[in-house]
């Protein structure tokens, strides 16, 4: 990940002040510089009555994504699902891109180490999620006006948003598929094509890293919903959601979402064959950087050669 300019930091910085000051008036105004992602540079401010924190970007459509997760995070809301309290999202006041959300006292649960009990409460949650009806299919949904870039049906949506064939392609093109794989995840996907499934929420991204947890381990925020989509669960969510956990982490995940052994055994195939098409794009990036160590580590996961139960 590139890394930022202190200069850049500051120019951010300073039109993160003249955001608050527009809201809150000349008042004392701490801010601190936070770690970003490679778009966004994040702030958090305080002030006399407020803990606040302000998320900028340089790119101008980023203004799609606030505006989606402003929207999504209300709709989550009113299922009950711990989320951020977001206070404005724009891009009038400053010439960037901006959210401003309530800071949470609790911190990302990373680094939380009882893990048992939280991935029950994720898995749990996950299921809370992927409860709430969608229109259409794909990241343009119902938060959005917009009619041509919606998706209607799922096969559709397969094609057309997710490109699958040209995703495979280009795993098949550079090796990273064993002929088997190749030919399993060309049969999941010509039965995936026929599915009838109704589209709901899915958060798209509910790991460690977008959970906040309070002193005791309870989750109290489930943050970052800029991936979320109008998709078939739990396919999608679990695809993403199960992508990094050891086998007996998984397990806790799926008893907390209420899924049996049994009823997993069954989605297994189609949930794989999502993850492994999500590595697609990753794969191209890193041919064009030349990175073939971290290729051949790819190769690997994606031909089962790190699973130790079963050949």
């Not at 009113?78 to 891009?91: A, Q």
């Not at 492994?276 to 191209?284: F, S």
Request: proline residues 4%; contains cysteine; hydrophobic residues 40%.
């Amino acid at each position: 990940m590139p890394v930022k300019s202190k200069a850049k930091i500051r120019e951010h910085m300073m039109l993160a002040r003249k955001l608050l000051k527009h809201f809150y008036g000349n008042k004392n105004i701490r801010i601190k510089s936070l770690s970003g992602g490679l778009s966004n540079y994040v702030f958090s401010a305080s002030l006399p009555e407020n803990e606040l924190i302000v998320r900028l970007s340089d790119k101008q459509e980023k203004i799609t994504g606030f505006l989606k997760e402003q929207w999504v995070v209300e709709r989550a809301r009113e299922y009950k699902i711990p989320v951020p309290d977001i206070l404005e999202v724009g891009n009038e006041i400053i010439p960037v891109p901006y959210m401003v959300v309530r800071k949470i006292n609790g911190e990302a649960a990373t680094d939380y180490t009882e893990r048992r009990q939280l991935l029950h409460d994720m898995g749990k949650l996950a299921a809370k999620i992927n409860t709430i009806p969608t229109n259409n299919f794909g990241n343009v949904s119902d938060w959005s006006e917009n009619i041509l870039s919606k998706n209607n049906t799922w096969k559709e949506y397969l094609h057309k948003e997710l490109n699958v064939m040209q995703r495979l392609n280009t795993l098949i093109k550079y090796k990273m598929l064993l002929p088997k794989t190749g030919k399993a995840i060309k049969a999941h996907l010509e039965e995936m094509e026929s599915w009838k499934k109704k589209p709901t929420l899915n958060h798209g991204d509910i790991r460690f890293k977008n959970i906040i947890i309070d002193k005791q381990g309870k989750i109290i925020s489930i943050i970052d919903w800029e991936n979320c989509t109008s998709n078939i669960a739990p396919y999608w969510e679990l695809s993403i959601a199960l992508h990094d956990l050891s086998i007996d982490e998984q397990e806790h995940f799926l008893k907390g979402y209420g899924i049996t052994p049994a009823a997993y055994n069954k989605m297994a195939p189609f949930i794989k064959t999502l993850n492994i098409l999500h590595y697609a794009p990753i794969v191209q990036k890193n041919v064009i950087k030349k990175k073939f160590e971290k290729l051949a580590h790819f190769k690997s996961r994606i031909n089962g050669s790190l699973d130790m139960y079963s050949f």
